[in-house]
Each structure stands twice: as C-alpha cells, then as structure tokens.
C-alpha cells in the first residue's frame, strides 16, 4: 500500500501544470512598439493580444494605441494620484515625491 501512494504522489507530480497565468494587456499599455515587441518575444502565448494580424509583429497595425510618451520635462505625470501614475506607462510613482515620468 505504501508503494502505490508513493507512484500516486510521483505520477500527480509529472503531470504537467496547467499554463500560467496571463496579465491582461493590450498596445496601449506599452510606451513603444519595440516594448511591446519584446513582451510579445518574451511571452507569445500570453501576449498573442498584441499582434492582431498573428504575424509575429506587435502592436504595428495602425491605430495601435501605444502610448508615446512625451519628453520628460513634460510627460503628463505631474498631480497624478498614486493609481492613475501606475495605470500610466510613461509615469512611475516615486515615494515621497508623488508621480514622476519614466
């Protein structure tokens, strides 16, 4: 009986693990094409929403949404609160300081 618990244990333990989770993201999450490129390369399964066209380019059709994101003197970031500063790629939140750009 001992034997047949420990296979049990070993079997359950190589079968394979369902896929990780993915972060739901699209184009305008990223501040340039080529960051959203090199998400995509890094992750096709779980980035496949940002090539629409499945060409293996992301984020190049037109209308894409990435945000570009302006100079750093003058990013948009200033009197964000914390939440809007994360939901923003070119800004980062910096304690102490409130929202700065990237």
Not at 55 to 70: F, L, R, T
């Amino acid at each position: 009986m001992k034997y047949i618990f420990i296979l049990g244990v070993f079997i359950v333990s190589c079968v394979k693990s369902p896929s990780h989770s993915c972060l739901d993201t699209n184009c305008a999450n990223y501040t340039s094409q080529s960051e959203a490129q090199a998400a995509f390369d890094a992750d096709p399964e779980c980035r496949n929403d940002l090539d629409q066209d499945k060409d293996g380019i992301a984020c190049e059709e037109p209308g894409n949404s990435v945000k570009n994101c302006q100079s750093t003197s003058n990013c948009g970031c200033s009197n964000k609160t914390k939440s809007e500063c994360g939901d923003d790629p070119c800004c980062k939140w910096v304690v102490g300081e409130g929202c700065k750009c990237k």
